[in-house]
């Protein structure tokens, strides 16, 4: 673990599960002051960060919320509605969160073609930057695929959204953890790295995941979310 270096903004990251301890490893691998909640009293986590994210800060979510530039929400996804909102106000929130009907139950909501579930994100915390970044690569590849920029075998994370400045800070929190930022367009775009889709687990370098976000449309997911926007029934995938 490196020292946090006082120029780099505090990352929070709300959820304390895989992602967001493998995260919370690789940031303050590259010199990152992080925090980390779960839900209620940090004590609970206390001993889960000292062996899997140590140096990183246990404290409740609305201390995390409110001390840090910087938030990923590495939480179910169903229960994005417990983020303290009001304290997110004005910051850059990258969601790493996916729909999984085991952990969330059935939710149409969450698994509604027609919108995002980072837009859905987004309407929640209107005053925030939100960004889709950090969710399509499976943790144990993220645990084991970072590498320096530069490297010719590096992997590479897609990002998505609407501000262009959160864009850009975003790609620098990307690329500090060890991996190639792809834009792959806004948050309406972002359904392409949701499960279902050809990115969803995947492991690519940079020129893969370009390749595999421009042909979506053309992919049995990428027409029924076309058909679903478009006002058609839904064809859902088998």
Do not use: C
């Not at 140590?54 to 990923?72: C, N």
């Not at 144990?140 to 609407?162: N, Q, T, Y």
């Amino acid at each position: 673990m490196s020292e946090p270096t006082p120029s780099l903004p505090t990352v929070g990251i709300l959820g304390a599960g895989k992602v967001g301890t493998v995260l919370s490893r690789l940031l303050l691998s590259a010199g990152y002051r992080v925090l980390i909640a779960a839900s209620g009293d940090p004590s609970r986590i206390a001993l889960i960060v000292d062996v899997l994210a140590p140096g990183a800060v246990a404290l409740t979510a609305a201390e995390v919320a409110r001390e840090a530039d910087v938030v990923i929400l590495a939480l179910p996804l169903g229960k994005y509605r417990s983020i303290p909102a009001d304290l997110l106000e004005g910051k850059l929130v990258i969601d790493a969160m996916n729909y999984w009907w085991e952990i969330d139950g059935i939710r149409a909501d969450l698994d509604d073609p027609r919108t995002s579930t980072s837009e859905l994100v987004q309407d929640f915390l209107p005053a925030s930057r939100v960004v889709k970044a950090f969710n399509h690569m499976g943790y144990h590849d993220l645990d084991e695929g970072p590498s320096a920029a530069g490297a010719a075998d590096r992997k590479a994370i897609g990002i998505a959204g609407d501000d262009d400045a959160a864009l850009t800070e975003a790609a620098a929190l990307v690329d500090a953890a060890g991996f190639d930022p792809v834009r792959v367009g806004t948050l309406r775009d972002s359904v392409s790295l949701q499960p279902h889709s050809e990115l969803f687990g995947a492991n690519l370098p940079a020129a893969g995941v370009r390749d595999a976000a421009a042909r979506f449309s053309s992919t049995e997911r990428g027409r029924e979310v076309a058909a679903a926007r478009a006002g058609a029934p839904a064809l859902r995938p088998r």
